[in-house]
């Protein structure tokens, strides 16, 4: 992915009230939201708009949506009596101007459930909302059919038609008619009363007529909703691919005679940049790059005392050098971080940097701001937790003490680090933070650099992972890690298309550096595969963590992570040699079928088929024609085998219809297999054989021919 679509910024003038603060920040209030007031009273509209969807918490916080990707709005649209009604769903824009309405469809049959899809084209603070509107077209369609047909006032019923397409071609303020249909609407109506009840019935419910009336149809009644916030971010922040490293250990050695590593550099690091661009990926993520103290730094595997050369937790923030505003020197000066950052540029690269808010004990914060944090009745300051496992090399900052000057540090080392080209942060643990910190603190940079996405690394639980992402997070690491049954991957796969979307943007990762779970341990290089597919397809952001190529697969006894925790030691790896060939090749791949496929960058249109075989999976996503850069339509089938040590044998029962094919004569598919290059005909059910040692997975292109 190119960088092109980060926005220039132009430079932000200082505030000359508030000269203890550097330039490009301006202080804010520290209330998250105002004062809640009542609503205005409002009388419903004629045609009633309820329950409208996408909506967080009755507007208090915009829904998320991306440039380029249609996302479905929904509505209960209803109204008294008998006669017709519609909905349609209408996007606007941050200056309140129309972009694009579209039809609704009722998608809960009895319920007055209306859906329509919209598509933003620009980033901004849009608005959406519905209206309804009464249907005179399909009212007299409706009761004259019935009246013709019985003989009753059949000439009235004609006559009554005629009015109605006779009005439908006339233009007004709120809507424009294309001479050509008017035209042909008061042809049609004059026919209408030259002929017979029955043929007059046929004229006018005519596909002439239909197609017209489609295109501008009549509507009485109109009864718009509100227009609730919605906000769009450039597509990086919905569709990526992320690999992740740790820059010392990227041209570390270890020197025989001296007996101790040198550890590697932005320089070095550079030099693998050109590998994980040739990859595909779209993001390189750097673990902490800061100085590490010295006091309770870990050694190797997590011990509690580090043997001399330990390069200690990246995440252990803060010595004599500095914190989170300066580097580690043995990795480089900030001249060579912005040319590790400009040469990253110069290949399609975002440099993402991870954001740990926690503090060495040897942190200048420590003994310049010792009110940051919690001190324990003995007078020692309390070090991180998360019982049994403890953390002796990191203090956490306490936000209730002097909340006010730990925003305006915080603030600025995120200024800083955007000021060297950094557009991407993944936030270690922000669900140990107070959410009224993230939401002004993302509500600031949203304003200032709109360009720049926030990951929210935090696997807890359900309803702070999704308030993260309503207040402000752009992405958030998720629970794919621990799904791996068919049932749990197709139910977690439906929840985060279409129950969480407008809240949370789902990253699935495999492993990480602090996890690695029995499945991937236990399960081999056909593991790592399985995974690697499934993350790939099954959401438009995923992420590697450097080492995968090789299958690190064996645990520290006792915990799900790796042995030889690359957080505690230099971990320098030959991404030449041949064992690392296979996984690299499809990881490649995947990338390479996701650039092709837009249907696998977007998140909401997904259909979970049913198998025959418990350990078969399969899954679609489409993107229809009339949302893709070259108007054709985009069908991706993925079926996966998920037994990493034996092959499966499935028939797949498709759903045509989610796939837009007409099911009508058993149809045949024409699908193209974008791993083995094969082509195959399918029918509705077709048969899947899958071997792990060879294939784990079909990802199919679908023709209908």
């Not at 009542?38 to 004629?46: C, H, T, V």
């Not at 972009?99 to 899809?117: F, I, T």
């Not at 902490?288 to 011990?303: D, S, V």
């Not at 621990?482 to 749990?488: G, N, P, Q, V």
């Amino acid at each position: 992915m190119s960088t092109n679509d980060i926005p220039a910024r132009a430079p932000e003038p200082a505030d000359p009230a508030s000269p203890d603060v550097p330039v490009g920040h301006v202080d804010q209030d520290p209330r998250p939201d105002p004062q809640p007031k009542p609503a205005p009273y409002e009388i419903i509209g004629r045609i009633p708009v309820t329950e409208l969807s996408p909506v967080i918490e009755g507007g208090r916080w915009a829904a998320k949506a991306t440039v380029g990707e249609p996302f479905p709005v929904r509505a209960t649209v209803f109204r008294d009596g008998h006669d017709a009604y519609g909905a349609t769903a209408v996007l606007l824009r941050p200056d309140g101007s129309e972009h694009s309405r579209a039809d609704m469809v009722e998608v809960l049959k009895g319920l007055d459930r209306y859906e329509g899809w919209l598509c933003p084209d620009e980033p901004g603070d849009w608005s959406f909302q519905v209206e309804g509107y009464s249907d005179p077209y399909r009212t007299w369609v409706h009761d004259a059919r019935i009246k013709i047909e019985a003989d009753i006032d059949a000439g009235l019923m004609v006559e009554e038609g005629a009015l109605i397409l006779e009005r439908a071609a006339t233009s007004d303020a709120a809507r424009t008619v294309p001479p050509a249909d008017a035209a042909t609407l008061r042809e049609i109506a004059d026919a209408m009363r030259e002929t017979n009840p029955t043929e007059a019935l046929e004229l006018a419910t005519s596909e002439t007529v239909t197609e017209v009336l489609e295109r501008t149809p009549l509507r009485d009644f109109v009864s718009p909703s509100a227009a609730y916030p919605l906000v769009v971010h450039r597509e990086l922040a919905m569709a990526g691919a992320w690999y992740e490293i740790f820059p010392r250990s990227h041209g570390a050695a270890f020197d025989e005679k001296l007996g101790r590593w040198t550890s590697g550099t932005f320089a070095t690091a550079a030099r693998g940049l050109d590998r994980v661009a040739e990859m595909g990926f779209s993001v390189i993520y750097l673990t902490p790059i800061h100085p590490i103290g010295m006091t309770n730094r870990k050694g190797r595997n997590n011990t509690l005392v580090a043997e001399p050369g330990d390069p200690g937790s990246p995440y252990g923030i803060g010595a004599a050098e500095g914190g989170h505003d300066a580097l580690h020197p043995e990795l480089g000066t900030f001249d060579e971080f912005d040319a590790f950052v400009a040469r990253a540029r110069e290949l399609g690269l975002e440099v993402a940097l991870d954001l740990a808010l926690q503090c060495s004990p040897d942190h200048p914060w420590v003994s310049e701001h010792p009110e940051w944090f919690t001190k324990r009745a003995d007078g020692t300051i309390a070090y991180a937790e998360n019982p049994p496992k403890k953390y002796q090399d990191i203090y956490p900052l306490n936000f209730d003490h002097d909340p006010e000057g730990i925003y305006r540090a915080i603030r600025d080392v995120v200024q800083l680090w955007i000021d060297h080209g950094v557009t991407l942060f993944r936030v270690d643990n922000p669900h140990t933070k107070p959410l009224s910190f993230w939401q002004r603190l993302l509500a600031e940079f949203h304003e200032r650099h709109p360009e720049v996405i926030f990951l929210a690394e935090a696997f807890t639980r359900p309803a702070m992972m999704r308030t993260l992402g309503a207040i402000g997070f752009h992405q958030s690491y998720t629970y794919f890690t621990w799904r791996h049954t068919k049932e749990e991957l197709a139910d977690y796969f439906t929840e985060v298309a279409k129950e969480t979307p407008h809240l949370m943007r789902p990253a699935f990762w495999p492993t990480t550096h602090d996890i690695l779970t029995p499945y991937m341990s236990e399960g081999g290089a056909a593991a790592f595969a399985i995974r690697a597919v499934l993350a790939a397809t099954g959401s438009p952001t995923w992420g590697i963590y450097s080492g995968y190529e090789f299958v690190e697969n064996v645990p520290r006894p006792g915990f799900e992570e790796q042995i030889d925790n690359e957080k505690y030691e230099f971990k320098p790896r030959d991404f030449s040699a041949p064992e690392a060939a296979g996984m690299t090749t499809l990881l490649t791949m995947l990338n390479d079928i996701r650039e092709r496929h837009p249907a696998l960058r977007q998140l909401h249109n997904i259909t979970i088929h049913p198998t025959t075989d418990d350990s078969t999976l399969c899954f679609s996503k489409r993107l229809p024609a009339k949302f893709s850069a070259d108007g054709t339509d985009d069908t991706v089938i993925v079926v996966v085998n998920l037994d990493p040590t034996q092959a499966r044998e499935s028939l797949i029962h498709l759903d045509l219809a989610a796939l837009g094919i007409s099911g009508e004569g058993s149809p045949l598919l024409d699908v193209h297999d974008e791993i083995s290059g094969q082509d195959f005909v399918w029918g509705p059910v077709p048969f899947v054989r899958l071997d792990p040692r060879t294939q784990c997975a079909h990802i199919v292109k679908v023709r209908q021919r």
